[in-house]
């Protein structure tokens, strides 16, 4: 049923619009870039699920959001280095036919994530 992702900026209290993601397929070779967006005023993809119906196929998956360029962005003073540069999250589809949605909840200092539905 595909595969999704949302992130909320929980320093703010608002969705991470603008935040760029990267979603990579992972095997033996290692991992292949699939897809790369930036997040839109809600925070999500903006062309729909990264995956769509049918499209998704059981396997490992890399997620990579860009927190740091993200809270620069938004003129946010991190230290340097600054303590979350990108946040990834490996992850493993083990049945395509469920929907697997990846949240992020993120501040400079933390972030917490679930699998969602």
């Not at 809270?71 to 395509?96: I, K, M, Y």
Request: charged content about 20%; glycine content about 12%; proline content about 7%.
């Amino acid at each position: 049923m595909g595969l999704s992702t949302h992130v909320l900026d929980t320093m703010n209290g608002c969705p991470a619009a603008g935040m760029a993601v990267e979603l990579h397929a992972v095997d033996a070779a290692g991992a292949r870039l699939v897809k790369r967006v930036v997040l839109n005023a809600d925070g999500r993809t903006p062309d729909g699920p990264l995956y769509g119906d049918g499209e998704l196929k059981a396997g490992r998956f890399r997620l990579v959001f860009d927190v740091a360029g993200y809270f620069r962005s938004r003129g946010v003073q991190l230290p340097e280095p600054n303590f979350l540069d990108q946040v990834t999250l490996d992850f493993g589809v083990a049945n395509p036919a469920q929907h697997y949605h990846v949240p992020l909840l993120v501040s400079p200092w933390s972030y917490s994530t679930y699998r969602g539905s």
